[in-house]
């Protein structure tokens, strides 16, 4: 909170049952086995958009990969999934990634303009896997 590292330790309530064992209280505010809280998690995926996952990482003192796996998560339920039967037209490009002569491919759907698979390499196995 502003600036200041902030721990918090907070106790739950555990109860063994006979028939369904231990069972530990749930908390609103924290999914289970998380290590952020719903709100943090919620700020970091409206700066996604925005911003690279470094800079997150850094404005928020939250580990690249948690930042990166909340993007994948973020990514999992705004993306609408392909409707492979609903194709009719592919459109094939190729990017450099580096200065210098590294290339990637993306295949999109013509209609949609959905990316569909994106691959290191430019060459024709490099592209099979897509196929």
């Known amino acids: 909170m502003l600036d200041i590292p ?17 069972k530990t209280e749930a908390i609103s ?13 919620s700020y970091i995926e409206k700066l996604l958009p925005l911003l690279p996952i ?3 990482s850094e404005l928020t003192n939250v580990h690249w990969h948690t930042v990166k796996q909340i993007d994948k998560q973020r990514l999992k339920r705004v993306v609408p999934p392909v409707h492979w039967s609903d194709l009719r037209q592919l459109v094939m490009d190729e990017f450099a990634i580096f ?8 295949i999109a759907d013509a209609q949609t303009h959905q990316v569909l698979w994106v691959g290191m390499g430019r060459s024709r196995k490099d592209i099979r896997p897509f196929f």
């Open 6 to 22: 902030v721990e918090l330790c907070v106790q739950t309530r555990r109860v063994k049952c006979p028939d369904c064992g231990v």
């Open 29 to 41: 505010w924290i999914a289970p086995y998380a290590r952020i809280t719903n709100r943090l998690k």
């Open 54 to 56: 470094k800079h997150i």
């Open 99 to 106: 200065k210098g002569h590294r290339y990637a491919t993306v």
